[in-house]
């Protein structure tokens, strides 16, 4: 293969790799974004945590959740020492489509890889592809149709 055809290959491929980010991206940013706001917003912490039980119901769920709802754009849960969980849902991410997607975090045990690594740079980096590749789209699918993957 010739110098020239292999620059137009690896052009080729960071062009693709390129869109393909781009569009992976808009997937897990835009559509749930879309769709939270197709949503019913929640406004008060009874409805939040009325939506939380709701939805662990649905799941089958029995791990403790504690549901927070604060004022600013927050939306993640995370366990606790204790071995229950905290999910906070404020702001633009206070709304049904968001508390499906974190309490399928919550069954799915996304929360609990997080504290185990925090101390290496591999593991760390492993989280973040885990995250990114895994657990965001099995929680975005969730939350937009109900898809259990
Ligand atoms: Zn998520």
Redesign the pocket.
């Known amino acids: 293969m010739a110098m020239g055809n292999l620059r137009d290959l690896a052009a080729n491929v960071v062009f693709f790799s390129l869109i393909g980010g781009i569009t992976y991206s808009l997937f897990l940013a835009a559509v749930p974004w879309i769709i939270s706001k197709r949503t019913r917003k929640i406004t008060s912490q009874k409805q939040l945590e009325e939506a939380v039980l709701k939805e662990s119901e649905k799941l089958g769920l029995t791990k403790k959740i504690n549901p927070r709802l604060v004022v600013k754009d927050r ?2 849960s995370e366990q606790q020492e204790n071995g229950s969980y905290t999910l906070v849902l404020g702001g633009n991410f206070a709304n049904v489509y968001d508390v499906k ?2 309490v399928y ?1 919550i069954h799915k045990g ?1 929360c609990d890889f997080v504290r185990k690594y925090k101390s290496r740079l591999w593991e760390k980096t492993k989280s973040l592809l885990r ?1 990114v590749f895994r ?2 789209p099995q ?2 699918i969730y ?1 937009c149709t109900g898809i259990k993957l």
């Open positions: 939306g993640y997607h974190e975090h996304h995250y657990d965001e929680a975005v939350g």
